[in-house]
């Protein structure tokens, strides 16, 4: 049986010519910036091979393999998870100004806001194609988990905005937050293969219950990285999140903590002006010490642990079981 490693690197090239030839239906400007956003090509249109971890599209391969059908079925799903995805990215690049991502310059650095904007548009737009063209008569209904999904990353997206300017967060909102960004769409990759395949509604709604706690222990993990993590590693700068005043996890745990260290924190991360070096520093600590970090550790670990009895009170092929547990161990125990 392969390894989850494995299981990410296949999927990632099960997808690979399908998604070319999906870009080829666009214009060339257009598809120049997806297949650069995409890390199939560097600026000049050189091959590379900088993609994601593919995580969303191996979860929908998984899927459609969990009830019973193949690739023809998984690779349309996959793709159109893939695809709405980096559609968010892209987009979401934009909106922070981030000019780094899997370690090269962002798409919007590189070639403009407008066209980082249509390639994510462009990206949106054949994710739905595809997915309505899939072998399947189950296609409307994928599509319609594709839709809800993607509205629920929006209202993600905009809770985490609407935060940036909040000097009151709630944990209870913070971690909604987190379900409706990250674990919207993880839930819909992992049980969109077993949509389109026709599966039993039990057998996709437990799919999807699994990914929904594989997204939330993934987010909570990302919020540790963006604190914690190595940049060589991450392929984000040195302290990201701080220095972005984001209102993360384990920082909102902190602020809310009614401790010293909270107290401090809230002081430095509400005064205007940039935080220095030292100042950053000292945030991480402060976050640390009020417990924002343990309890974000514990938090990703219970979510881990529904995510795996999920799996496990499902009817599934046992193989198919033991890659889906697999995958959310190494999401888990990840460095970027
Ligand atoms: C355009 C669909 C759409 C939504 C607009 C911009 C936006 C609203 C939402 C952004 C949501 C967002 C950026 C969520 C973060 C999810 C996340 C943890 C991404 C990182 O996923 P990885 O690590 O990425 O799987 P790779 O690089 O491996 O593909």
């Known amino acids: 049986m392969s390894t989850t490693i494995d299981s990410l690197a296949d999927s990632q090239r099960r997808i690979e010519v399908p998604l070319r030839s999906a870009l080829d239906r666009l214009d060339p400007h257009t598809r120049h910036c997806c297949g650069y956003h995409l890390g199939l090509w560097d600026p000049d249109g050189v091959p590379t091979g900088s993609m994601g971890k593919g995580i969303r599209p191996t979860l929908a391969l998984l899927s459609a393999r969990a009830a019973g059908a193949g690739d023809e079925i998984g690779v349309p799903a996959a793709l159109a998870c893939e695809l709405?995805?980096?559609?968010?990215?892209?987009?979401?690049?934009?909106?922070?100004?981030d000019t780094e991502r899997r370690h090269r310059t962002t798409a919007w650095a590189q070639f403009g806001i407008p066209a980082a904007i249509l390639a994510g548009d462009a990206l949106c737009?054949?994710?739905?194609?595809?997915?309505?063209?899939?072998?399947?008569?189950?296609?409307?209904?994928?599509?319609?988990?594709?839709?809800?999904?993607?509205?629920?990353?929006?209202?993600?997206?905009?809770?985490?905005?609407?935060?940036?300017?909040?000097?009151?967060?709630?944990?209870?909102?913070?971690?909604?937050?987190?379900?409706?960004?990250?674990?919207?769409?993880?839930?819909?990759?992992?049980?969109?293969?077993?949509?389109?395949?026709?599966a039993p509604a039990e057998l996709a709604l437990g799919l999807a219950d699994f990914g929904t706690h594989l997204g939330m222990a993934f987010q909570l993990s990302d919020d540790i990285l963006g604190i914690w993590g190595n940049p060589e590693r991450t392929g984000k700068p040195v302290l990201s999140d701080l220095r972005s005043r984001k209102k993360s996890v384990p920082v909102v745990y902190a602020l809310q903590s009614d401790t010293d260290a909270g107290t401090r924190l809230k002081s430095l991360y509400f005064r205007p002006g940039e935080l220095s070096e030292t100042e950053l520093s000292e945030a991480a600590e402060l976050v640390e010490t009020a417990g924002g970090r343990e309890w974000t550790e514990q938090r990703a670990d219970r979510e881990l642990q529904e995510a795996l009895a999920a799996i496990e009170a499902l009817t599934i092929p046992a193989p198919i079981a033991h890659e889906f547990i697999a995958l959310a161990y190494q999401l888990n125990h990840r460095d970027h």
């Open 84 to 97: 709405i995805h980096n559609f968010s990215l892209l987009h979401d690049d934009v909106m922070d100004h």
């Open 125 to 198: 737009s054949l994710a739905s194609e595809l997915l309505a063209e899939a072998p399947s008569s189950t296609a409307i209904w994928a599509l319609r988990c594709v839709g809800a999904s993607t509205r629920r990353l929006i209202a993600g997206q905009a809770a985490d905005l609407d935060f940036e300017t909040r000097e009151d967060v709630s944990l209870v909102e913070c971690l909604k937050m987190a379900d409706d960004k990250t674990g919207a769409l993880m839930a819909c990759s992992a049980s969109l293969g077993a949509v389109l395949a026709d």
